[in-house]
């Protein structure tokens, strides 16, 4: 099947791209942070792929033929992946900070050169796989290693969801997991929790924080919203959930 101008959304920017480099959005850094491409398109054979579904980028050189596409301008794809480094990745204004990590075969980041075929100027992106969720406002990016060469000139990422979000939970909120539901307040990094669409997948970042409302408290609009039993269907959600 392939995909067939499938949107690749959140495109990261990049002034170039180098290994032990950090890429900033200040100057002082290794390089820029240029800013956000929301509207690029990727187009190639991989039978896993489709018009709506992005499971694995081949560079254009693969028998796949990976090209990237923005504003009516195809490039010749080339791709990196963190050959099993850490990508530390500050976001939130600097808040908030993550480690992606990766190779070939799976990666939950991705790096991408790409060269106009009617000819211009390189550029340089970086992806984020959909299970780490939207990274908003990031500051840094701190790059180790990079693999110029992946494995059968492709990597394994998915790439076709926008507007991931983080999901804020309450204290006692039960979350399905493959040992069946767990409180949130007892997940860890790395524990595996249930998905809707992807199966397992392991918690990658927790953050956990105490709220008090009234005068002088927090922003109301923060205040948790409590979903009563069955109120989104037949035994959705089956107890009642605050989130």
């Not at 693969?62 to 099993?84: F, K, M, Q, W």
């Not at 979000?165 to 595996?192: I, S």
Request: hydrophobic share 35%; net charge negative.
């Amino acid at each position: 099947m392939g995909a067939s101008a499938t949107p690749l959304y959140d495109l990261i920017e990049l002034q170039g791209l180098l290994a032990n480099n950090t890429y900033t959005t200040s100057p002082g850094g290794g390089g820029d942070i240029i800013g956000t491409v929301d509207n690029a398109t990727y187009t190639d054979a991989h039978t896993g792929n489709s018009a709506t579904q992005i499971t694995e980028l081949n560079t254009t050189a693969d028998a796949d033929h990976g090209v990237l596409t923005i504003d009516g301008v195809d490039y010749t794809v080339l791709l990196a992946d963190p050959d099993n480094t850490n990508v530390t990745i500050t976001f939130n204004g600097g808040a908030s900070t993550i480690n992606l990590t990766g190779d070939s075969l799976s990666s939950q980041v991705v790096f991408i050169t790409a060269i106009p075929t009617g000819g211009g100027s390189t550029r340089w992106f970086m992806a984020v796989d959909d299970s780490v969720g939207d990274l908003p406002d990031i500051t840094s990016i701190q790059i180790r290693s990079l693999d110029t060469s992946p494995a059968g000139d492709d990597v394994k990422i998915n790439l076709d969801e926008n507007n991931n979000v983080t999901a804020c939970l309450t204290a006692g909120t039960l979350v399905d997991t493959p040992d069946g539901p767990r409180a949130v307040e007892t997940l860890k990094v790395g524990d595996l929790v249930t998905t809707l669409d992807h199966g397992p997948r392991p918690v990658l970042w927790i953050h956990s924080e105490t709220l008090h409302f009234g005068p002088g408290g927090a922003d109301e609009t923060q205040r948790p919203i409590r979903i009563q039993r069955g109120a989104l269907g037949p035994g959705l959600p089956a107890r009642p959930l605050s989130v």
